[in-house]
């Protein structure tokens, strides 16, 4: 659990930039695995459920970034 944590503070303090690359780098290990799976050369299925999980987290936090900057815009014109 406090592994999980210490990897969300990390990405937190990421770019809106540096986390696309990472969604991009993320997607694209995602589809090497699942092609190993299928060819039935993966050494360990359970990695696909993790970038999956991973892939997400990058999301939410881009996702929290960006509507924190929109209600930081809203707050300076009202």
Excluded: C
């Amino acid at each position: 659990m406090e592994a999980r944590a210490l990897r969300v503070k990390n990405l937190r303090n990421l770019t809106d930039v540096e986390l696309e690359e990472k969604t991009r780098d993320l997607k694209k290990e995602l589809f090497n695995l699942r092609f190993q799976f299928v060819a039935g050369r993966v050494e360990s299925p359970a990695k696909i459920k993790q970038t999956r999980r991973e892939i997400a987290r990058v999301k939410t936090i881009l996702t929290e970034k960006q509507k924190g900057k929109a209600g930081q815009k809203s707050a300076i014109k009202a």
